[in-house]
T-cell receptor, first 110, second 114 residues
Framework: GEDVEQSLFLSVREGDSSVINCTYT??????LYWYKQEPGAGLQLLTY?????DMKQDQRLTVLLNKKDKHLSLRIADTQTGDSAIYFC??????????FGAGTTVTVRA | DAEITQSPRHKITETGRQVTLACHQT?????MFWYRQDLGHGLRLIHY???????NKGEVSDGYSVSRSNTEDLPLTLESAASSQTSVYFC?????????????FGSGTRLTVV
């Protein structure tokens, strides 16, 4: 996970937007992913973006990709208490192995 | 429904003992992976397999081994458990070669070595 970097913590007020940032190192990465981990559970795929895209929107989630800066972000609109979790960014270079960041713990406060 | 299951969910073992964690998937995926999750490190790859009889070392493979005798199972063995191997272990699988949907993860095994 050392090649993918994320900030470790984010606190957001309920109803506001959350933005989680990630930088990756492998310019050959073909897919980039966001996973969500709730307490005591495994990782669940939230969304992914192909490297030839700049943006992907899926309901309250917006993924932005800046390939030049190798920067990926996940925006959650209208953040709810159920969004409290750890969010992992992952990159996939040209083989099948994913490299994960350390995870960003998102805390939603009332 | 297809699934990926890990067992046991929790395990306490003593230093020096051999421990095997099970991973079973019914997705018929060729690719299977073992990760460990530690605070501040995220997920680190231990071993992986791209098919039956294929196994490969990941970035933190020392002290661990795997074998792949069929498509469904990739058991992870700790040869001689050490306290540094206390962690949460996740198994994952994926189809190949498209991989657009990433991995499917199991629910994890929390291992404590005392």
């Amino acid at each position: 996970g050392e090649d993918v970097e994320q900030s470790l913590f984010l606190s957001v007020r309920e109803g506001d937007s959350s933005v989680i940032n990630c930088t990756y190192t492998d310019s050959s990465s073909t897919y980039l992913y966001w996973y969500k981990q709730e307490p005591g559970a495994g990782l669940q795929l939230l969304t992914y973006i192909f490297s030839n895209m700049d943006m992907k929107q899926d309901q309250r989630l917006t993924v932005l990709l800046n390939k030049k800066d190798k920067h990926l972000s996940l925006r959650i609109a209208d953040t709810q208490t159920g969004d409290s979790a750890i969010y992992f960014c992952a990159e996939r270079p040209n083989d099948y192995k994913l490299s994960f960041g350390a995870g960003t713990t998102v805390t939603v406060r009332a | 429904d297809a699934e990926i299951t890990q067992s046991p969910r929790h395990k306490i073992t003593e230093t020096g003992r051999q421990v095997t964690l099970a991973c079973h998937q019914t997705w018929n995926h060729n690719n299977m992976f073992w990760y460990r999750q530690d605070l501040g490190h995220g997920l680190r790859l231990i071993h992986y397999s791209y098919g039956v009889h294929d196994t490969n070392k990941g970035e933190v493979s020392d002290g661990y081994s795997v074998s792949r005798s069929n498509t469904e199972d990739l058991p992870l063995t700790l040869e001689s458990a050490a306290s540094s191997q206390t962690s949460v272990y996740f198994c994952a699988s994926s189809e190949g070669p498209t991989l657009s949907y990433g991995y499917t993860f199991g629910s994890g095994t929390r291992l404590t070595v005392v």
